[in-house]
């Protein structure tokens, strides 16, 4: 999972501070480098970790820090804030052209996820916003590259105008549009060709579309495993086509997150979405507040919650954000939780949005078998409806018949019953924005 480095290093910098009533300046240095450092071996850019470090710094300083309560808590809170705002603040959506179709030209390196990306995009403005999307195969470098765009328009249902390899980009881009006109697409997507590196020839290629098709985004599609490189292509391509956004792929893999936490602040240009896996739905649009609390370890909670809420309508899953604030969160709805994560998988990537879970080292050995989920609904299974509502009810002997009722260990129920507490106050610590739960969040 993208971050985990940086996750837990950042939280080791913090850690030694914990406790702390006061602090020393001499802490805040060592903190303060602690910091850089974990940034450096993210593989965030030079530039921009000094600037981070010195305006948290500043910022510590102005805030007094040093002579307030709880230091590690406002550190922790201005990196939240800082690192948020080196990722662009602000999200940033799809740009939407006055009079259709809106198109979107997307470029990048060969291999980044230029077609899945597309292919993610068609599907989810025709899912979300009931759009008609065409999609223009213009790589006919590769001729694998056409097929495969085939295929990505036949699963997603999504039409896809080609004209093979041996007719020039410009062409197929100008009569792909002709036929999005007739056929009254709202969206056209142009998948261009990639090189392994950015090349003359190429970019006087995509200059030459981009000047015929007069895009309304030009969307660069870069690889966060690629790190510092990820950096230097997207200042090479907007260099030379002044993109409109980025979209950041692979960050369900092992990256160390350098590119995410860069690109904006070396660019100006925003992220727009990020990519997390190889299927057509795993696609998110990119907050860089909440990227920030994830890179804390803080979770992504909202985004959870927002993928549950495909599977849901809009009133229940204002009720569940509602009972997470007000803390009545109950087992009904845990329940209701679970039954809706196992339709979404895989399941260590989304423990890994739940606050408090990103870093947790139980979650490295914990077996994450569907085995184990159908025993947590047994336990709840074998509770009263009275129980399931109040669970504060849950007295010795009441769980001692829960545990006879489900066949599962009186162990096994008393272990669930105090992660679902305190997956409950986390959760409704974060949903109220509330720093003062941090020191919890903090793995404690
Ligand atoms: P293109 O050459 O830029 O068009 O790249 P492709 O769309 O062909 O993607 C290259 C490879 O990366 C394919 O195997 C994709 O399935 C994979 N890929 C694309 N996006 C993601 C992502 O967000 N996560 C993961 N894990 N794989 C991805």
Do not use: C, W
Request: charge should be negative; glycine fraction near 8%.
């Amino acid at each position: 999972m993208a971050f985990e480095g940086l996750t837990e290093r950042l939280q080791n910098a913090v850690k030694k501070l914990r406790g702390k009533g006061k602090i020393s300046e001499s802490d805040l240095r060592d903190t303060m480098r602690e910091i850089r450092l974990a940034l450096l071996e993210a593989d965030v850019n030079f530039d921009v970790v000094k600037d981070f470090v010195k305006v948290v710094r500043e910022r510590a300083i102005g805030a007094n820090v040093l002579e307030g309560l709880n230091p590690a808590q406002q550190i922790v809170k201005i990196v939240n804030e800082e690192l948020t705002r080196m990722m662009g603040e602000e999200d940033a959506p799809l740009l939407k052209s006055p009079k259709i179709p809106t198109i979107i030209m997307m470029v990048g390196l060969q291999g980044a996820g230029k077609t899945t990306t597309v292919g993610k995009l068609a599907n989810k403005l025709k899912t979300d916003a009931n759009a008609r999307p065409l999609m223009i195969a213009a790589d006919v470098y590769r001729p694998a590259a056409i097929d495969q765009l085939q295929q990505v328009g036949n699963q997603i249902d999504v039409p896809v105008f080609q004209m093979g390899t041996d007719v020039d980009p410009v062409e197929i881009v100008k009569q792909g549009l002709a036929q999005a006109e007739t056929n009254h697409n709202d969206y056209v997507f142009i998948d261009t060709a990639g090189r392994l590196q950015i090349d003359e020839q190429l970019m006087d290629e995509l200059a030459r579309i981009k000047a015929l098709a007069n895009p309304t985004e030009i969307l660069l599609v870069v690889d966060a495993m690629t790190g510092q490189n990820a950096v230097a292509t997207a200042e090479g391509f907007d260099n030379q086509l002044d993109v409109t956004g980025v979209v950041l792929t692979k960050l369900d893999g092992d990256t160390r997150g350098g590119a995410a936490l860069s690109i904006r602040a070396v660019t100006g240009k925003p992220i727009k979405f990020v990519g997390e896996g190889e299927k057509m739905t795993d696609m998110d649009i990119f907050h860089p507040d909440r990227m920030a609390s994830r890179i804390l370890g803080m979770g992504d909670m909202l985004s959870l919650i927002e993928r549950t809420q495909k599977e849901y309508d809009e009133k229940q899953a204002a009720e569940l954000n509602e009972k997470i604030r007000e803390n009545s969160f109950d087992f009904n709805d845990f329940l209701d939780q679970m039954e809706q994560i196992q339709k979404m998988g895989p399941m260590d990537q989304l423990m890994k949005m739940i606050p408090g879970m990103a870093n947790n080292p139980a979650l490295a050995n914990a077996n994450m078998d569907p085995k184990d989920m159908e025993h947590v609904k047994a336990v709840i299974y074998s509770m009263t409806a009275k129980e399931r509502e109040d669970p504060d009810l849950l007295n010795p002997s009441r769980r001692r018949r829960i545990a006879a009722g489900s066949g599962r260990p009186i162990q096994e129920v008393n272990r669930m019953i105090k992660q679902f507490n305190q997956m409950k106050k986390m959760m409704n610590q974060v949903s109220k924005g509330n720093m003062s739960g941090i020191e919890n969040l903090m793995g404690n």
